[in-house]
């Protein structure tokens, strides 16, 4: 259950990035909270995709950033050695993207917290920057290429909402089962408690129906008790698990009368 509950969470915290602006200059491509329970987190982008550079600015909680690594679409990847200590509204310097293809498909980064802060949550903002509009974007600003843009968003965002579904699902039944695990577990106690009940009240009587001694009329034992008199004048009574349990006097009490 515990381990649904982080891929619900993943699953959320991933949920594609699009960009939509084709202009130079610095975009916002995406943001992720780093919750410091894993030691990565990714923004995976769509739409208009193509950058520079890029560089990460960090919010609310100081964070160290190890390494950052590029995913591009032709499958190319590129690791970046950062190794920055930022402190809330701090940002890395311009980190270059030197792949052939510079159209991101995702952007994993590693961290640390810094201490003192294991506490808190750091978001992470993830900028791009465009010094001009690429063939490779530009023709998305043809008549009707923005309908392919659009479905290709509608369809990344339809699957993460599919997993989620799928992930909450499978927490609902893994729940469903957990409840009729402990109500059997529950029902079994009981079934044993009674059988017990059982066997202790069947030992009494069967020790009873031995005993050879007279019965103390007047007399009950602390709770009520038959009370038995050997022939040392001693007086006891039988257990719940058939054993004689030997009294003084000053321990019985007067035997209720019957109305």
Do not use: C
Request: glycine letters at 6%.
């Amino acid at each position: 259950m515990v381990l649904l509950g982080v891929l619900i969470n993943a699953a959320i915290a991933q949920k594609p990035t699009v960009v939509l602006d084709n202009d130079p200059g610095w975009h916002k491509i995406g943001q992720i909270t780093a919750s410091f329970k894993l030691d990565n987190e990714s923004i995976i982008v769509y739409g208009r995709d193509e950058f520079t550079k890029i560089k990460l600015k960090v919010t609310d909680a100081p964070i160290l950033i190890e390494r950052v690594q590029l995913f591009y679409e032709e499958g190319q990847m590129e690791e970046l050695a950062v190794g920055t200590e930022l402190q809330a509204g701090a940002s890395t310097a311009a980190l270059d993207l030197k792949g052939t293809n510079k159209e991101l498909e995702k952007v994993v980064f590693t961290y640390k917290t810094l201490p003192n802060y294991q506490g808190d949550k750091a978001t992470v903002e993830l900028y791009g920057l465009k010094t001009r509009q690429d063939k490779s974007d530009a023709f998305r600003d043809d008549d009707g290429d923005d309908d392919d843009l659009e479905n290709e968003v509608e369809g990344a965002e339809r699957e993460v909402e599919e997993e989620v579904d799928q992930a909450e699902k499978e927490l609902d039944e893994e729940s469903r089962e957990a409840r009729e695990e402990a109500r059997e577990a529950e029902e079994n106690i009981e079934e044993g408690a009674e059988k017990t009940g059982d066997d202790v009240s069947e030992a009494a009587a069967n020790a009873a129906a031995h005993v050879k001694d007279k019965v103390y009329v007047d007399k009950v034992g602390p709770e009520g008790q038959t009370i038995y008199i050997n022939k040392h004048s001693q007086y006891y009574y039988i257990s719940d698990d058939g054993k004689k349990v030997f009294v003084t006097k000053s321990q019985l009490k007067d035997k209720p009368q019957k109305n």
